[in-house]
């Protein structure tokens, strides 16, 4: 699928060319440059240690991330 991306072959043969987008042209990457990207894509964004973005507490002393009856009990805030 991706080679027919890199190559600006068309998905739907229904459509004419005249009615595809000017800059619907070929990728030209290299297998090393598919390579790249796909390893960026699948493991760049990937963060192993995103609990260090979750609050301990909030300046309001509300419980995170939701300030109900269950989570004043369970969490001991708000």
Same mark, same amino acid.
């Given at each position: 699928?991706?080679? =027919?991306?890199? %190559? #600006?072959? #068309?998905?739907?043969?229904?459509?004419? &060319?005249?009615?595809? #987008? &000017?800059?619907? &042209?070929?990728?030209?990457?290299?297998? &090393? %440059?598919? %390579? $790249? $990207?796909? *390893?960026?894509?699948?493991?760049?964004?990937? =963060?192993?240690?995103? *609990?260090?973005?979750?609050?301990? %507490? $909030?300046?309001?002393?509300?419980?995170?991330?939701?300030? =109900?009856?269950?989570?004043?009990? =369970? $969490?001991?805030?708000?």
């Amino acid at each position: 699928m991706f080679d =027919d991306k890199n %190559e #600006a072959v #068309a998905e739907n043969s229904n459509v004419p &060319t005249t009615s595809l #987008a &000017t800059d619907f &042209t070929p990728l030209g990457l290299t297998e &090393t %440059e598919i %390579e $790249l $990207l796909t *390893d960026f894509i699948e493991n760049g964004l990937y =963060d192993p240690n995103l *609990d260090r973005y979750v609050p301990k %507490e $909030l300046p309001t002393g509300n419980c995170f991330p939701e300030n =109900d009856e269950v989570n004043v009990i =369970d $969490l001991g805030c708000g």
